[in-house]
T-cell receptor, first 113, second 114 residues
Framework: AQSVTQPDIHITVSEGASLELRCNYS??????LFWYVQSPGQGLQLLLKYFSGDTLVQGIKGFEAEFKRSQSSFNLRKPSVHWSDAAEYFC???????????FGTGTRLQVFP | ETGVTQTPRHLVMGMTNKKSLKCEQH?????MYWYKQSAKKPLELMFVYNFKEQTENNSVPSRFSPECPNSSHLFLHLHTLQPEDSALYLC?????????????FGEGSRLTVL
């Protein structure tokens, strides 16, 4: 079955610390992978996406993610977290010729000053 | 106005009421979506419309009735809902045509069913 797993429900980091949010997927076809962010009271905004090519992708707000096919993972990273990064982060997977994205349950990030 | 706009932002209704959620996109996209977001659950895709035609109905109960009069507008008509239908309903749009491209989301309509 197709699925996305975000094993960390809640992560707390100090401002300025590095961050890694985990995402594992199970998908039969070649996956198209996405990270979205949702601030309180807002809709979701795309941070970055991977379709093909270089497995390290850069996104907005200083985020990057690395696709590792052997581990079925697409982890999100940021070298230095800012207080404004506090939000909920969603990993999603889709495939060519489909409109359907499958989302994970999300990871809530809390940032302490 | 730009982006994806949803109204109302908050809605409280009884189980016997009939109400509608509205979504409008100003991005020139061809596909529009309804998602349901409940606490501690993944986003659930409800409906997909491509060029005004419904291309996905993810086994949604008939008490939810979508309508897409044109590529810019999407409605979700609600009737005889249950308390477990309380959730944040998100509308999104994309270029569409079977491409897993970027989704642009509205801010959502927070629905409470009493």
């Amino acid at each position: 079955a197709q699925s996305v797993t975000q094993p960390d429900i809640h992560i707390t980091v100090s401002e300025g610390a590095s961050l890694e949010l985990r995402c594992n997927y199970s998908y039969g076809a070649t996956p198209y992978l996405f990270w979205y962010v949702q601030s309180p009271g807002q809709g979701l905004q795309l941070l970055l996406k991977y379709f093909s090519g270089d497995t390290l992708v850069q996104g907005i707000k200083g985020f990057e993610a690395e696709f590792k096919r052997s581990q079925s993972s697409f982890n999100l990273r940021k070298p230095s977290v800012h207080w404004s990064d506090a939000a909920e982060y969603f990993c999603a997977v889709g495939a060519k010729n489909t409109d359907k994205l499958i989302f994970g349950t999300g990871t809530r990030l809390q940032v302490f000053p | 106005e730009t982006g994806v706009t949803q109204t109302p932002r908050h809605l409280v209704m009884g189980m016997t009421n009939k109400k509608s959620l509205k979504c409008e996109q100003h991005l020139g996209h061809n596909a529009m979506y309804w998602y349901k977001q409940s606490a501690k659950k993944p986003l659930e895709l409800m409906f997909v419309y491509n060029f005004k035609e419904q291309t996905e109905n993810n086994s949604v109960p008939s008490r939810f009735s979508p309508e897409c009069p044109n590529s810019s507008h999407l409605f979700l008509h609600l009737h005889t809902l249950q308390p477990e239908d309380s959730a944040l309903y998100l509308c999104a749009s994309s270029q569409g045509a079977g491409l897993p491209g970027e989704l642009f989301f509205g801010e959502g309509s927070r629905l409470t069913v009493l």
